[in-house]
């Protein structure tokens, strides 16, 4: 059982001219493995600190986050992270950032190079391996990235935003991939976005947060994402219960957007 | 072979003038015809289409090449070889009549005579303005006064017409008619006849123009030549006879005696008189010396009544006129092909001054790279570029400090009373450490070029070895940005030539100097750039890397170090470029080898064909370093700016 437990997590910077801000307040939840959660939420509402800690980069000052039954104090091959603009390692080849996790491990790399070819082909990239990175669009390189992390056999894979940058087209594509990797490898996948809709469709479970300070705002049960494995997601956005349920959490940031606007003129 | 290419270099370099102008000529009609295939902008033409292409840059390489063989009279050798010959001929009747022509206004606006009464009368007339503001006693006043007024009508009596000697005018007499027979012969073709078996061996026997160095024939080897020099002989003699001539009347001898006595009698009256105050002595002794001084200037005879010399002055005109026709086409040529200069006459020699001898000919510029690559010859006893056999023994020994021996266990043995010295271990060792020992030897490269590169890389080496890591660590780190920032910002903004007095004077004018300069140099560089490349690591690739489950250590070696690769082969190339340009200044400041080293003995020796043989090798060399760096820049980091 490796389930993420969150417990009482609270953050607090001290900017240079002596302000605390409050990034997270007391934030607790419970990831089942397996599940699939997106978080939401204005910006400044603390997703991004909460995705550095789980990865490990930043240290809560207060509370704790376990995944299993390992308390997380450093990054670590357990949780596989993507980020927005993919950080690839432009110097390598495909293949090369591919492997990257493993060659640094210092595993067999006539394994590594069949697992690599097994994921490439996962991620829709088969024959590329020797393609060197900077040469393709993003959505490639996403894959690369996602391909990257996939082969460490991470137990949670938290991604900051993956599509952000991504065309509409490219985007629909990825989320597709990334729900159909949710349901062959069985992973705990934990998703940041802005985008509402994306939100819905990658997430089994969905956090609302609001920001000053940086909590948990509401939780939403969702079976978009369970629909999205066997439906057109062109289909699925036009149902009622997606629409409602975009329009609600859509007010909900509106409503945050418009407090932290009115705080700041006052 | 490059004897015969020597002995050719007339015959090759017409002929590549004449391909030059013809690839030239053909260049440019290419390239107007593909500028006329493209549609372009009709204010500016298209920035986007200035891509130049070979046509064009033949049209460049062409002229150029063109140009410098114009402006360095290889062109005019290659087609008239003897025209130096000539010119030479020509300069030495130029330089005999110099000194006579001088007096008359012909080349300047006055006759001599008038600028020299205009100068002395103006210093006899501040001497007597002087005189008031002096304040001598009354009766040293009243005498030099006198001695003015004297000096005065002394002057101007030399220009008046009834005080001249009839000798004199007749003198003058002889000397325009001398000069106008010498015209009449100049004229005349036949004139000075054949030259004698003697001369004509002599003549042939001298190298041609520019066979050693900068030589230029100096005796007359063609009919034009032979006029040319005796006319010259001739009239140096004239000239000579004339400028003895002197306006010695015997009134201005009485003049000048009268004076000379009077000025005596002044001083010899000033030292007696013991009771004068310092002040009048010291203004007394000076006022005499200028009046004794004038007095040598009158007493010079240079001055002679207004028209008594227009008779030399008509016949020189004419002898001129002469001059000029008589050189015909050669003058033409002269003109046209010889430009920016001239061929002068000297004692003995003659010479080329203006372009055609600072800017040397392309063809003996090849012919001194030939003759100084040759390893025999060299520069200063060592070759441009050669190698020696050196025993590998020395230098293994190089790369292990003498003090090793010290270390083993023992003593040096000591000679025993048969005077016989048996080796031990210790002795061995020390044997192998200072390569005293026999060893088969290997070809290792030498000369000027090679300890000009080596140093540069050397320097290069050890700022990148030590640059890189110090740069990178300096970007990753707030402290050590902090701590050695300082030390470097203090010591990189001075040039790195005005470290070189210091650096060299304490590490020595050979390489330790030379590449410890070089170092700094490369050193700062390399930190800056390093530090650049560590400090624009996007924390997310660390991240990755983080997660991908790298260490510290495999981070920096696969993520921080590849991602500055960028700046780093930037900031090599920059320092490839620094460095060169502060070796060559170095090697010019002190030192016996190196390119540096060779241009600034050619310049101590006005070598110009040296100069530009080094000019181009560094040239060269400069261009070479930076194209294998691009090409490195290229093949490393294809994917700089697309990250």
Known sequence: ?266 | MSDFLFEQRNTIVAFLIVGLIISLALSVIKGRRVMATERTDLVFGNPAKALGGWYWIVTGMSFVMLIWFYFSWDAARAYNPKAANELCQVAKVESAIKPMRALFPIDNPNLRGTDLIARDSAQLERINNSLQTLALQHAAEVEVAAILTRLTSALVDQANPAYIKSSLKAEFQAIASRIDRLTVNFNDPAYPGQPNAVQQAAANAQPGWGDTGKEIPVLPATPLGYRYAAVAAEIGMVAKDFVKLRNTNPRLLAQVADIKSRIKAAQASTKANLNLSMAEQDARSKLYRQLNKMLKRIDDGAIFPPNSLNGIQSSLVSFDQAHIAQQGSLKTFDTWMMPGGRIMAGNSACSEQGSGRWLPKPSDTLGTLARIADPDIGFKDVPLLWYRWQPVGGIVAFLFPDWIADLVPGEYPRHNQNGEINSNFKSNVQDFVTGNYESFSIPVPMGHMWDSIVRVVIGLFFGIVLGVPLGLFMGLSRFAKGFFDPMIELYRPVPPLAWAPLILTIFGIQDDGKIFLLFMVAFAIMVISARTGATGTQLSKIHAAHSLGANRRQILRRVIFPNSLPEILTGIRIAIGVCWGTLVAAEMLAGTTGIGFVENVARKQSDYEVIWVTIIILGVLGLMFDLIMRSVIKRTIPWRGKG
């Open chain 1, 1 to 266: 059982m490796s389930d993420l437990v969150s417990d009482n997590l609270n953050m607090k910077f001290t900017t240079p001219s002596g302000l605390v801000v409050h990034a997270l307040k007391d934030v607790s939840f419970n990831l089942k493995e397996g599940e699939l959660l997106s978080v939401l939420g204005p910006s400044g509402c603390g997703k991004t600190t909460l995705l550095n800690i789980i990865a490990g980069f930043l240290n809560p000052t207060g509370g704790s986050v376990k995944l299993g039954d390992n308390e997380i104090l450093a990054p670590g091959v357990d949780r596989g992270m993507v980020f927005q603009q993919g950080a690839l390692f432009e110097w390598l080849t495909v293949a090369e950032n591919v492997d990257f996790g493993l060659r640094m491990k210092g595993a067999d790399p006539v394994e590594t190079a069949k697992k690599v070819d097994e994921w490439l082909e996962i991620v829709g990239l088969a024959g590329f391996g020797d393609t060197p990175t900077y040469q393709l669009s993003g959505g490639m390189q996403q894959r690369i990235a996602l391909a990257r992390c996939l082969i460490n056999d991470p137990d949670l894979i938290l991604m900051d935003e993956p599509l952000g940058a991504l065309d509409a087209l490219t985007r629909e594509k990825m989320q597709s991939l990334i729900l159909k990797i949710w349901k062959e490898t069985g992973k705990t996948i934990m998703i940041i976005t802005h985008s509402v809709e994306e939100a819905l469709m990658l997430g089994e479970r969905l956090f609302v947060m609001a920001p000053r300070p940086g909590r948990l705002h509401k939780e939403y049960r969702l079976p978009f994402a369970e629909m999205g494995l066997t439906q057109d997601p062109r289909d699925i956005k036009k149902t009622q219960h997606f629409s409602e349920t975009r329009e609600e959490i859509l007010s909900m940031i509106w409503d945050m957007e418009e407090e932290i606007m009115g705080g700041g003129s006052l």
